[in-house]
């Protein structure tokens, strides 16, 4: 990462061991996902970077008033997420204050980018992975590395909501369980057209909530306006059988009745992980509960 990131939140002793337990999370000695998270050392954004994130918020939010789900509007409005500062994850300011009281999600600073089993762990947990340090203003378009602007802008104020927060957490723990290629493929088609790209049906109106679209200018408009997008209703099966590409503008987004609908859905999907896996009801693990 160049530019104006502030590489000594990141590249410390404390981060490059959470780092290294992020990235062997699984392995003898490794199981204590916790081990991952790093404090946030608020004092190491510039003005720059305070800057960039008031450009970002104020350009996003003035599209997204009107195009944003209402649960993610109410959600932002929960976590006091505001335009004049990057958000807290410790302390009386934190979006964890309000989180807690809400749902009982949190978000954890990261060094960086998890693998999936330990990203899976954190969600498992009710634990939101969240990078630390924001895109360089040259960059502020577009980073292919998670940033805390995409994360907590993008992905926080969706887990104030409890339909989505217990969504979410069953995603963690089913994808945690199993093994098998092809069911980790199926569901990580089913997070990128859900909670990265996902669509919803509002008053007769496709809204926004994907963490993909929110958070990004050129995405979030072509979700809702571009001819090229073929929308369709959301289901399960159907979803997970659809590959997809991360360098374009998505051409297939899917669509959500309601988020009770993705619960729903990803419940019986669990279930069916649980009764085919042969660590169903091994005592190792509620250890994720």
């Avoid at 994907?210 to 929308?231: C, D, M, N, Q, Y």
């Amino acid at each position: 990462m160049n530019g104006c990131i502030n590489h000594a939140m990141i590249d410390g002793a404390e981060a490059k061991a959470a780092q290294f337990a992020a990235d062997h999370f699984g392995e003898p000695g490794c199981d204590d996902i916790t081990k991952a998270y790093i404090a946030q050392k608020y004092e190491g954004y510039s003005a720059e970077n305070q800057e960039t994130w008031q450009t970002l918020f104020d350009r996003q939010m003035e599209y997204l008033a009107d195009h944003a789900s209402s649960t993610y509007l109410l959600g932002a409005a929960s976590i006091n997420l505001v335009r004049d500062f990057i958000p807290y994850l410790e302390g009386s300011k934190s979006v964890n204050i309000f989180l807690k009281q809400l749902t009982g999600w949190q978000s954890k600073g990261v060094p960086g980018y998890l693998p999936a089993k330990s990203f899976f762990a954190c969600l498992a947990r009710r634990e939101f992975p969240t990078t630390v340090v924001i895109r360089p203003k040259e960059d502020i378009d577009y980073l292919p590395e998670p940033d805390i602007f995409h994360d907590i802008f993008g992905h926080v104020p969706l887990h104030a909501d409890p339909t989505f927060a217990d969504f979410l957490q069953t995603y963690g723990k089913a994808a945690l369980l199993t093994n098998d290629p092809h069911h980790t493929e199926r569901l990580a088609r089913l997070f990128w057209f859900t909670v990265e790209f996902g669509l919803i049906r509002e008053g007769g109106v496709n809204k926004l909530y994907g963490s993909g679209l929110i958070s990004s200018p050129g995405e979030s408009l072509h979700a809702i306006t571009s001819s090229k997008v073929e929308r369709r209703p959301f289901d399960l099966e159907t979803v997970c059988n659809t590959p997809f590409e991360i360098d374009h503008f998505q051409p297939i987004l899917y669509v959500l009745d309601s988020f009770d609908q993705l619960r729903d859905a990803m419940n019986s999907y669990s279930n069916r992980l649980l009764s085919a896996s042969p660590k169903a009801g091994s005592s190792t693990q509620p250890a994720y509960n």
